[in-house]
C-alpha cells in the first residue's frame, strides 16, 4: 500500500521536469495518488511533460490570477474525479525588477504582480477548490527560508513571508472543513524559477557549506518527499506548519 493510496491529488506548477511539481507528481503516482495537473502558458509544453509521469494524468488551464481560471476550475476538475483530498502549490513568478538588488528601487506595480501570483494566489487555489474537500484534506505550499533576508531574493522574500502567513491564516479558517494547510520550506534548487532569479547561482553555491546535512541543489526529491508526507494521513494534527527541508540551514547562524 502507498502512502497516498487512494487520494485525488491536483498539483499545481510542473512546467520542467526539473520543477519541484513535477517530482512530487511522480512521487505522488508513485505512492498511489490519482494526479491531476494544472498548467500555466505553454499548456503543450505541460503536456509533453506529463506524459514522462509513471502515468500521464489530464492537464487542466490555470492561470492562478485569472478570476474566470478560477471559477471554472472545480467544474473542470469534476470532469475527471469526483472529489480532491490534496491540493500542491508549486507557483512563483516575480517580475525581474522585483530581484537581484534593486529592492529600493521596485514600483509597486511589480511587487503586486508577485504578490498575487505568488501569494495570494494560495488563498485563490484553496477557495476555488474547497467545494471538491468534502471530507477534508490537505493543502501543501513551496516557501523559501524568509525569515532573514539574502542579497538577491528581494521582494520574492517578502512574498514568501506572506505566503506563510497566508498559510497560517487559512489553517486557521480552512480547520473547520477539517483541511489541512502547511509549507515546505525547501533550500535552492536548480529549477526555471531559480534560474530567474540573478544572482541565485551564488545563493545556491553557499547552501551546501553551511547546510549540516550538505545541500544537492540538483536533488528536488527530498522536498518532495516532505510534501508527499504532509499530503498523506501521517500528519492528521499538523496545521499552519512549515516543514524545512533545506540540510539544517535555517538553522544555523553563520
Ligand atoms: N527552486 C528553488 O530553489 C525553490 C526553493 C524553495 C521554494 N521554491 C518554490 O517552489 C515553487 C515551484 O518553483 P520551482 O522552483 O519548481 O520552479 P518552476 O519554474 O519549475 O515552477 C514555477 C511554476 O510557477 C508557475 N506559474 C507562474 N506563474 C503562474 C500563474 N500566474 N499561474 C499558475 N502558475 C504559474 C509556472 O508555470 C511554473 O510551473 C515556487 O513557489 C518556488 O518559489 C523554489
Given at each position: ?109 511589480d511587487?503586486?504582480?508577485?504578490m ?44 514568501k ?24 520550506s525547501?533550500?535552492?534548487l ?20 553551511r ?21 498523506s ?22
Open positions: 500500500m502507498g502512502l497516498l493510496e487512494g487520494k485525488r491529488i491536483l498539483v499545481t506548477g510542473v512546467i520542467t521536469d526539473s520543477s519541484i511539481a513535477y517530482h512530487v507528481a511522480r512521487m505522488c503516482q508513485e505512492q498511489g495518488a490519482t494526479v491531476l495537473l494544472t498548467g500555466y502558458g505553454r499548456l503543450s509544453l505541460v503536456e509533453r511533460i506529463a506524459q514522462r509521469l509513471p502515468e500521464a494524468p489530464p492537464v487542466l488551464e490555470l492561470d492562478v490570477t485569472d478570476d474566470e481560471h478560477l471559477a471554472s476550475l472545480a467544474d473542470r476538475i469534476r470532469e475527471h474525479v469526483d472529489g480532491i483530498d490534496g491540493i500542491v502549490h508549486s507557483i512563483g513568478f516575480t517580475p525581474q525588477e522585483a530581484l537581484g538588488g534593486n529592492f529600493l528601487n521596485t514600483s509597486w506595480q511587487v503586486a504582480t508577485a498575487h501570483t505568488s501569494t495570494f494566489s494560495l488563498k485563490s487555489l484553496s477557495t476555488a477548490v474547497l467545494p471538491l474537500m468534502k471530507d477534508g484534506g490537505s493543502i501543501v505550499a513551496m516557501d523559501f527560508e524568509n525569515e532573514v533576508t539574502f542579497p538577491v531574493y528581494d521582494w520574492m522574500g517578502v512574498a513571508a506572506g505566503l506563510a502567513s497566508t498559510a497560517r491564516y487559512l489553517a486557521r479558517y480552512l480547520g473547520e472543513h477539517d483541511v489541512r494547510v502547511n509549507l515546505v525547501a533550500g535552492p536548480r529549477t526555471m524559477a531559480a534560474r530567474s532569479i540573478p544572482g541565485f547561482a551564488e545563493l545556491a553555491d553557499a547552501w551546501p557549506a547546510a549540516p546535512l550538505g545541500w544537492d541543489t540538483n536533488n528536488p526529491e527530498p522536498a518532495a518527499r516532505a510534501v508527499v508526507a504532509l499530503l494521513d501521517w500528519f492528521p494534527a499538523t496545521t499552519g506548519e512549515t516543514v524545512h527541508v533545506d540540510g539544517g540551514f535555517h538553522s544555523t547562524g553563520a
